[in-house]
């Protein structure tokens, strides 16, 4: 860590995610000099929390950057397709939440326990995965080392907190609604998300996927660095507020009996082994919320194929999935000396 002065901008900084980067680099004591919170014009001069101080949020322009060494974003595609390019071209290095630069052959696509050397080749935008695939990889990448994966079959249950602020606030209004007998208008989903699951999230493509299944089959393959692993996706958003759960089915070349894998991820870094099901314990959404790991349980051989295994993997979709992991990639990158633009 060499550097003696270290500007970090958060842009973004009034929304979910954002506001959890603010938490997380508190917490972590990261050694920033100066951090400043941006976001639209709309919470321009609005506060947030950081330390013992309400930071004002300033409106993100075009000339932000200047003396900036590090911009975490997490406000959105559009706004980082716009101003991540900016901020490196003024000697920031990005580190952005947004899909837009995710399957940019260019831009590292990074989770600190599984990818960090892809870190050494960024050029200016890292970027931070999906939250449904950093989960996923932390616990696959040691079983992908030791047996290697040939297939991976993810279904996952969402929380509504991976939208955005606004959708956290439209789940509280339908329960509230609906227990005193109103009727619910969707706005943020196209149904009603109270007591309900829905097999969409983001967009319809062409081949009858969602975008964020083909998020996991694309950047689970680009993460991990083997093209040769197939895998096929179902997600679905459920009436959780934080911590995405995931039903895990794996195909692999070599034998790992369920021992195996749980002696093998017990020692993961950033795993967390809860399979006690004599006790009836395992991972659980509103158990993972706040902590900063990965916990997988449920570990089971697959018994109608000769080499496969079932997990089941929950973690806080806002920290690992998102700021946490976005916040790691900068310790990373300090450690390594790469907070500059080549
Ligand atoms: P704002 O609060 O001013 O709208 P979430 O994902 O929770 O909805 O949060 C999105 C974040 O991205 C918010 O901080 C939001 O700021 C910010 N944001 C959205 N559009 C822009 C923009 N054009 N420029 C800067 N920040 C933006």
Redesign the pocket.
């Known amino acids: 860590m060499s550097k003696k002065s270290l500007r970090v901008a958060v842009?973004?900084?009034?929304?979910?995610?954002?506001r959890e980067m603010l938490k997380v680099l508190e917490q972590r004591d990261f050694p920033a000099t100066e951090v400043v919170p941006?976001?639209?014009?709309?919470?321009a001069g609005s506060s947030v929390p950081f330390k013992d101080a309400e930071l004002t949020v300033r409106e993100?322009k075009e000339d932000s950057f200047q003396g900036f060494d590090l911009a975490l974003f997490?406000?959105?595609g559009?706004?980082s397709l716009k101003f991540a390019p900016l901020a490196a071209k003024a000697g920031c290095v990005v580190v952005d939440n947004s899909s837009a630069w995710r399957m940019d052959p260019e831009v590292p696509l990074v989770v600190p326990e599984v990818n960090p050397d892809h870190l050494e080749r960024h050029k200016g935008i890292i970027a931070n995965p999906n939250c449904s695939t950093i989960q996923m990889v932390v616990a696959l990448k040691p079983i992908h080392d030791e047996a290697k994966i040939k297939r991976i079959v993810v279904s996952t249950y969402q929380a509504v907190s991976g939208t955005?602020?606004?959708a956290i606030v439209e789940l509280e209004t339908q329960v509230r609604r609906l227990f005193n007998g109103q009727d619910v208008v969707p706005d943020v989903y196209p149904y009603q998300i109270a007591f309900n699951c829905l097999p969409q999230i983001d967009v319809f493509l062409d081949n009858g996927y969602t975008k964020e299944e083909m998020k996991m089959v694309n950047e689970t393959i680009k993460i991990m660095g083997d093209d040769s692993i197939r895998v096929t996706a179902t997600t679905v958003r459920v009436p959780v507020f934080y911590g995405h759960s995931e039903a895990v089915n794996i195909e692999t070349e070599e034998k790992l009996t369920a021992e195996e894998c749980r002696l093998l991820l017990a020692k993961a870094p950033g795993v967390t082994v809860v399979d006690y099901p004599e006790k009836k314990a395992y991972p659980m959404a509103v158990h993972a919320a706040g902590e900063d790991d990965v916990f997988v349980g449920r570990i089971r051989e697959d018994e109608s194929i000769d080499k496969g295994l079932n997990l089941w993997i929950v973690a806080d979709n806002i920290r690992k999935g998102a700021a946490l992991n976005a916040v790691q990639i900068a310790e990373e990158l300090l450690r390594r000396d790469l907070v500059r633009v080549p």
Do not use: D, I, P, Y
């Not at 842009?11 to 954002?18: E, L, P």
């Not at 941006?38 to 919470?43: Q, T």
């Open positions: 842009c973004g900084a009034t929304g979910a995610v954002g941006f976001a639209s014009s709309r919470s993100l997490s406000a959105g559009g706004t955005g602020h606004k």
